[in-house]
């Protein structure tokens, strides 16, 4: 009796309860390892099977952006476009201005030139007259003056 109690008592000795308890958890450790083992050869599995998958995803990936890429060659091609479609209209419109600018003082120009011709004839017709009364002066001085000799 003695020596159950001293093998009881014994450090090397354990109690039914630490004996479950270790086994349990031995358990336990070997429940996770088997579910880990499990998982990675579902991954490895799943990577064997979802190969076409990653192919298929990198294909649609590579070909939106493609898509993109396009997309956004094409918005700037348009963009470019309507930028010079817009310096035209600018550069028409300048021109535009400077055309009626230049109607303008044509417009001008003829209105002083007519002004002009009709200060010059207005001054001929004048001065005809003026020739015409000094002839006239002149005819009447030559008449008095042979009535005199």
């Known amino acids: 009796m003695q020596s159950q109690i001293a093998a009881k008592n014994s450090p090397n000795k354990q109690s039914g309860r630490q004996q479950i308890e270790m086994i349990l958890s031995r358990c336990h450790q070997l429940h996770r390892e088997k579910q880990q083992s499990e998982a990675l050869i579902q991954s490895e599995q799943l990577?064997?099977?979802d190969q076409p998958l990653k192919q298929q995803i990198t294909r649609i990936v590579v070909e939106k952006h493609e898509r993109d890429d396009f997309d956004r060659i094409m918005e700037e091609d348009?963009?470019?476009q309507l930028n010079e479609l817009?310096?035209?209209?600018i550069e028409q419109k300048q021109q535009q201005n400077q055309y009626e600018t230049l109607l303008k003082q044509m417009k001008r120009?003829?209105?002083?030139n007519r002004i002009s011709y009709s200060l010059r004839v207005s001054h001929y017709n004048q001065?005809?007259?003026r020739n015409t009364t000094k002839n006239q002066c002149l005819n009447n001085i030559m008449r008095n003056l042979k009535f005199l000799y």
């Open 47 to 49: 990577s064997n099977v």
């Open 78 to 80: 348009l963009e470019n």
């Open 86 to 89: 817009e310096l035209k209209h």
């Open 109 to 112: 120009y003829g209105t002083m």
């Open 127 to 129: 001065m005809q007259k």
